[in-house]
């Protein structure tokens, strides 16, 4: 047998959301009456300009993409107030993530991770054979700045930061990135796949630090999950080594017109944005339990005194598909996340809550 590296065996599978399919076997359900709000995916469906798009481009895939993608990352720029120098894309931000850390980790050095949070972050840190230092987040789930700071030596590459949050829907101030930023020559990496829903982001620091680097992405705002389109913001001088690192041919041809495309749809981008605000509102004022505040299109729960896991199973039978936060570290056993919805699948969201005040 050939000799895998032994890396491979510190590392946990990626666990995605469950599946539709899965539990419409499982529960003899019928698919088409279950949510799927265990995944943060835009429950409006995806950006209507996006999918004319890719109709009318689909006869054209015998042809490779642009590599340089120069017409995507130009709309990208605009979107984000940056230049297209500072723009690299990726096979969704889990792409970009993936051959910036490549680029960067290697053994023997760190990584800082604010944990709970978006599991991937450690999968990149030990497939580079990289070591992941983790910093639990404070009782409100805030980033424990003085406990990062204090973590952050000359072994520091790498410092990951997500703000929104993953699960708690909390964002990281400007200031706590900056004294990071200030204090270290690691790369600061703010993961903003909800940036949209928060209305705020930290793209600008890009021009005035040389190691912040912002993660964003199609898959969440414009509703283009499945079709794997992110891009990272960033110093020129790492977007131009990047290009050495990534795959020849990291995005897809039909990723890219839908891209652009989406980027003017502001009026789903609107639409989007309006609906996760309103329904994290409705939702976190309705379901009897301590709901985190959040700038996501996801809201975070603690059920105590139930655990995560009998409550997802409880609304799995009632059809319901939500995220138990029990396998990510840092969580403990009594967070779950849901996915905001529309008016009509929050307000059936709230009724199967209602079980659960009914008991106490
Ligand atoms: C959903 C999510 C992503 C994944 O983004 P892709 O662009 O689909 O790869 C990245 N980071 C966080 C925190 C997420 O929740």
Same mark, same amino acid.
């Given at each position: 047998?050939?000799?895998?590296?032994?890396?491979?065996?510190?590392?946990?599978?990626?666990?995605?959301?469950?599946?539709?399919?899965?539990?419409?076997?499982?529960?003899?359900?019928?698919?088409?009456?279950?949510?799927?709000?265990?995944?943060?995916?835009?429950?409006?469906?995806?950006?209507?300009?996006?999918?004319?798009?890719?109709?009318?481009?689909?006869?054209?895939?015998?042809?490779?993409?642009?590599?340089?993608?120069?017409?995507?990352?130009?709309?990208?720029?605009?979107?984000?107030?940056?230049?297209?120098?500072?723009?690299?894309?990726?096979?969704?931000?889990?792409?970009?993530?993936?051959?910036?850390?490549?680029?960067?980790?290697?053994?023997?050095?760190?990584?800082?991770?604010?944990?709970?949070?978006?599991?991937?972050? &450690?999968? =990149? %840190?030990? $497939?580079?054979?990289? #070591?992941?230092?983790?910093?639990?987040?404070? +009782?409100? /789930?805030?980033?424990?700045?003085?406990?990062?700071?204090?973590?952050?030596?000359?072994?520091?590459?790498?410092?990951?930061?997500?703000?929104?949050?993953?699960?708690?829907?909390?964002?990281?101030?400007? &200031?706590? =990135? %900056?004294? $990071?930023?200030?204090? #270290?020559?690691?790369?600061?990496?703010?993961? +903003?796949? /909800?940036?949209?829903?928060?209305?705020?982001?930290?793209?600008?620091?890009?021009?005035?630090?040389?190691?912040?680097?912002?993660?964003?992405?199609?898959?969440?705002?414009?509703?283009?999950?499945?079709?794997?389109?992110?891009?990272?913001?960033?110093?020129?001088?790492?977007?131009?080594?990047?290009?050495?690192?990534?795959?020849?041919?990291?995005?897809?041809?039909?990723?890219?017109?839908?891209?652009?495309?989406?980027?003017?749809?502001?009026?789903?981008?609107?639409?989007?944005?309006?609906?996760?605000?309103?329904?994290?509102?409705?939702?976190?004022?309705?379901?009897?339990?301590?709901?985190?505040?959040?700038?996501?299109?996801?809201?975070?729960?603690?059920?105590?005194?139930?655990?995560?896991?009998?409550?997802?199973?409880?609304?799995?039978?009632?059809?319901?598909?939500?995220?138990?936060?029990?396998?990510?570290?840092?969580?403990?056993?009594?967070?779950?996340?849901?996915?905001?919805?529309?008016?009509?699948?929050?307000?059936?969201?709230?009724?199967?809550?209602?079980?659960?005040?009914?008991?106490?």
């Amino acid at each position: 047998m050939p000799k895998i590296r032994s890396c491979m065996d510190e590392i946990k599978e990626y666990v995605p959301g469950k599946e539709i399919e899965e539990i419409a076997m499982k529960y003899g359900l019928v698919p088409g009456d279950i949510l799927k709000l265990g995944s943060n995916e835009n429950q409006l469906g995806p950006s209507p300009r996006a999918v004319e798009a890719i109709k009318q481009h689909a006869g054209e895939v015998n042809i490779y993409p642009s590599s340089e993608a120069i017409e995507l990352r130009h709309a990208i720029a605009e979107y984000v107030g940056s230049y297209p120098e500072n723009i690299a894309i990726g096979n969704g931000s889990d792409g970009v993530l993936n051959t910036i850390t490549r680029m960067f980790l290697e053994p023997r050095v760190e990584t800082i991770i604010s944990i709970p949070t978006f599991s991937y972050y &450690e999968i =990149v %840190t030990k $497939i580079c054979d990289a #070591t992941p230092v983790f910093i639990q987040r404070t +009782e409100e /789930y805030e980033d424990d700045l003085d406990g990062i700071l204090e973590k952050i030596t000359d072994k520091t590459r790498a410092v990951f930061l997500c703000s929104p949050n993953n699960p708690s829907g909390n964002t990281t101030s400007r &200031e706590a =990135v %900056t004294e $990071i930023a200030e204090l #270290t020559d690691a790369l600061v990496i703010v993961d +903003e796949a /909800y940036a949209e829903f928060a209305g705020s982001s930290l793209v600008d620091l890009v021009e005035e630090y040389d190691n912040v680097i912002i993660t964003r992405t199609f898959s969440k705002a414009f509703g283009l999950g499945g079709l794997r389109l992110g891009y990272g913001v960033m110093p020129e001088w790492i977007a131009k080594e990047y290009m050495k690192a990534r795959e020849p041919f990291p995005v897809n041809r039909i990723a890219q017109i839908a891209g652009i495309a989406a980027l003017q749809d502001r009026e789903f981008l609107g639409m989007s944005i309006g609906n996760a605000k309103a329904g994290r509102g409705y939702l976190s004022n309705n379901i009897p339990f301590k709901v985190y505040p959040s700038e996501a299109n996801f809201i975070m729960i603690d059920v105590s005194p139930y655990t995560a896991t009998e409550v997802c199973e409880r609304l799995l039978q009632m059809g319901i598909i939500i995220r138990d936060c029990t396998p990510m570290r840092g969580a403990g056993e009594n967070l779950i996340r849901i996915t905001v919805g529309t008016q009509e699948q929050n307000a059936r969201v709230v009724k199967a809550f209602q079980v659960f005040a009914e008991e106490s």
